[in-house]
């Protein structure tokens, strides 16, 4: 059999059990099986394989029907142009929260606070497009922060990046130019109606926070004014309902410049909100 006889079996079979993305998959699955890079399949569909690849690839394909990620079966995901690490105990990094990123690295920062930080990978991102910044990565889950650790390792960031285990802003004492949080925001009603994907084999814990969805939002907001120094931004990502509810908490602690910024589709992705210059830091 050659690469593209693989090929072809593996969409016959992702097809057959419902896979949207069948082709697509197929790709990432056959590059992983047969060990060459995603973007150099395509000179090797020619190429006689082994049985053992046809061995690993069934392998790969039944996990996919299982509904598990891509990214959780080959163990890494593309985000803002990098490879990071993904596990179940990570949300999968997705392309829309690349808005926070960007929105960002608008501006200038010294020093960044990421709460909720997982694989780590917005953090590293920032970092790494900043030379000579430094952020702290907090996250409750030991699994989590043990991802984030081989991703900080991965790109020699082990000074730059700090990492502490714990709850928003528990384990914080600095202030900070800079606060991002892609924090879990799905109401606990909508959970049942999320992709197999999604509700089955990402960490809950990142998903929601149960009630409304807004209680990492209230949390992030209600300490914000003690860890953002005067004239500092904060952006968090947020559900596509949310724009007004997360703007009003975001006011009410005092912040100023508050805005919306869509994704690429038009829904409303990020808000960005100010620290009055004029505000003294919260004993």
């Known amino acids: ?15 057959a059990a419902g896979i949207e993305n069948a082709a697509g998959d197929a790709r990432v699955l056959l590059a992983h099986a047969i060990k060459v890079p995603h973007d150099r399949l395509l000179l090797h569909l020619d190429d006689l394989t082994l049985p053992s690849d046809l061995e690993s690839l069934n392998f790969l394909v039944d996990a996919r029907i299982r509904r598990q990620p891509v990214s959780q079966i080959v163990g890494t995901r593309l985000f803002w142009g990098r490879r990071f690490r993904v596990t179940p105990d990570v949300l999968d990094p997705r392309p829309e929260t690349e808005v926070l990123v960007a929105a960002a690295l608008e501006e200038p920062f010294r020093n960044v606070l990421d709460l909720g930080t997982g694989s ?12 000579g ?31 502490r285990r714990g709850s928003w802003y528990e384990p914080v004492e600095q202030q900070f130019d800079l606060i991002v949080s892609n924090p879990p925001y799905i109401a606990e009603a909508e959970m049942a109606g999320l992709a197999p994907e999604v509700r089955d084999w990402e960490p ?3 998903l929601t926070p149960g009630g409304d969805g807004l209680g990492a939002y209230r949390a992030i907001a209600a300490g914000a004014p003690r860890h953002l120094l005067p004239g500092g931004r904060i952006l968090v990502e947020i559900g596509r309902t949310q724009a007004a ?24 992705r990020v808000i960005s909100a100010t620290n009055p210059p004029d505000r003294e830091i919260s004993p």
Do not use: Q
């Open 1 to 15: 059999m050659t690469g593209k006889d693989l090929l072809l079996h593996a969409i016959a079979r992702l097809r």
């Open 204 to 206: 809950r814990m990142a």
């Open 120 to 131: 780590g990978c917005i953090l590293l991102s920032l970092l790494l497009d900043r030379p």
């Open 133 to 163: 910044s430094w952020g702290l990565g907090v996250e409750l889950s030991d699994a989590a922060v043990s991802v984030a650790h081989a991703n900080r390792r991965d790109y020699g960031m082990e000074g730059p990046m700090v990492l």
């Open 245 to 268: 509810a997360v703007s009003d908490l975001l006011a009410a602690a005092g912040f100023r410049s508050i805005r919306v910024v869509p994704d690429m589709d038009g829904r409303d």
